[in-house]
């Protein structure tokens, strides 16, 4: 079988269905968004790889496996406010040319995520059951790899910088 957690969110026995607990902190892959569209010039190419690399990011071994609904949501809500922080920086950083490519990324990268506050607040995901399954299929997580996402916030963090630093240079030569 695959490498998934399971735990009930919410209410009364059977009110809200069990729902996987996955996560690649949502912050990194807005980050990895707007590196890419940073780097993708066209907002339609931006938003289709960046829900790619949704699943890619997804499949590297990275921290997880909650144990429970309060522990994923101490986690999940602190990193949902600083993903749409992040957006709402990067997006005004980001040069008007560069803008809406940045946030076509950004939003590709985060929309498989939306399955988890959609089964918090509506009981069930927005996709199809064969989405869901490839989703939580793909994962790779444990307790103890939050070094993982340091990491990779660093990395993608550097990442933008140069990328806006050279957007910036060549909006303003151009």
């Known amino acids: 079988m695959c490498h998934r957690r399971q735990a009930a969110l ?26 890419i569209g940073g780097v993708v010039r066209r907002p339609e190419a931006a938003f289709a790889t960046g829900v790619a690399s949704h699943f890619v990011l997804d499949a590297i071994p990275h921290w997880g496996d909650w144990g429970s609904r309060h522990r994923f949501l101490r986690v999940a809500v602190p990193d949902g406010l600083t993903g749409l922080a992040v957006i709402g920086v990067l997006a005004a950083a980001t040069p008007p040319p560069r803008r809406l490519s940045v946030l076509a990324g950004m939003a590709g ?17 927005p996709f199809p059951s064969a989405v869901d399954h490839f989703h939580g ?25 140069l990328a806006l630093r050279r957007i910036s240079q060549a909006h303003q030569a151009g």
């Open 10 to 35: 919410g209410g009364g026995a059977g009110v809200v269905p069990r729902v996987l607990l996955l996560v690649m902190l949502v912050t990194n892959h807005v980050l990895s968004g707007a590196l």
């Open 109 to 125: 990268a985060a929309l498989p995520d939306i399955d988890k506050p959609s089964r918090l607040w509506f009981g069930r995901s």
């Open 137 to 161: 299929v793909i994962q790779n997580e444990a307790r103890g790899r939050y070094w993982v996402e340091l990491i990779a916030a660093g990395c993608f963090t550097a990442g933008i910088g």
